[in-house]
Structures are given as structure tokens and as C-alpha cells.
């Protein structure tokens, strides 16, 4: 299972640290992702990084202001969102999947989400 926590609400301009803690499955081999859900719009990626954590991708849209990190020991992924943006405003879910990818329906493995609120 994967588990996102982390989510909150923040005034733009903010950070906030996602989590996502693997349990079950080492998933220290797989690749994972982050992604995101506004209320009304489709799910769309965030960002992504192989198993070792040399590859990483983003979105356009989080490319300078996100920053996504793995620890294979704690078997946990993290985002680390600077500069939010009321756009940001989402519910942001973790995925896994062997190799690394941008493409929402390879993700084999996903868990709940973490809400995140950015306010103007």
C-alpha cells in the first residue's frame, strides 16, 4: 500500500512537504510518481523519479518549483512544493510502477490522496 500524507492549506507563496510511505512491498525498485486531482478536472502529472532516484521528470507547470526525493531505506517519496500557487490547490496522489514514467495509466500502484489547499 501507499500512503500520501502532508496535505494542508497555505497561503500562496507557501511550501509544503508531501510524503508517501510504501508498506506491504519494498518498492525500493520501482519507480514513482506524483500526481494530482483539482476539483472538476482530470487527473494530470506532477512528477516522477526512477527507483534510484538518479532520473527525475516534472510537469511544466511544477518544473522550478517542485522537487521530488526518495529515501529507498524509509521505502518513502517525498514532494517538496515551494511557490505554491492557488492553481496548485488538489488532491495529490502517489504511485509506483516499474520504470519511470509521465503517463498516468502505466502506474500500476496508487494510493489515497493527501489534500493540499492553496489559498490567494
Known amino acids: 500500500q501507499l500512503q500520501a500524507s502532508g496535505g494542508g492549506l497555505v497561503q500562496a507563496g507557501g511550501s509544503l512537504r508531501l510524503s508517501c510511505a510504501a508498506s506491504?512491498?519494498?518498492?525500493?525498485?520501482?519507480?514513482m510518481g506524483w500526481f494530482r486531482q483539482a476539483p472538476g478536472k482530470e487527473r494530470e502529472f506532477v512528477a516522477a523519479?526512477?527507483?534510484?532516484?538518479?532520473?527525475?521528470f516534472y510537469a511544466d507547470s511544477t518544473k522550478g518549483r517542485f522537487t521530488i526525493s526518495r529515501d529507498n531505506v524509509k521505502n518513502t517519496v517525498y514532494l517538496q512544493m515551494n511557490t505554491l500557487k492557488p492553481e496548485d490547490t488538489a488532491d495529490y496522489h502517489c504511485a509506483a510502477r516499474r520504470g519511470i514514467s509521465t503517463t498516468i495509466s502505466e502506474y500500476n500502484y496508487w494510493g489515497q490522496g493527501t489534500l493540499v489547499t492553496v489559498s490567494s
Open positions: 506491504g512491498r519494498t518498492f525500493s525498485r520501482y519507480a
Open positions: 523519479i526512477s527507483w534510484s532516484g538518479g532520473t527525475t
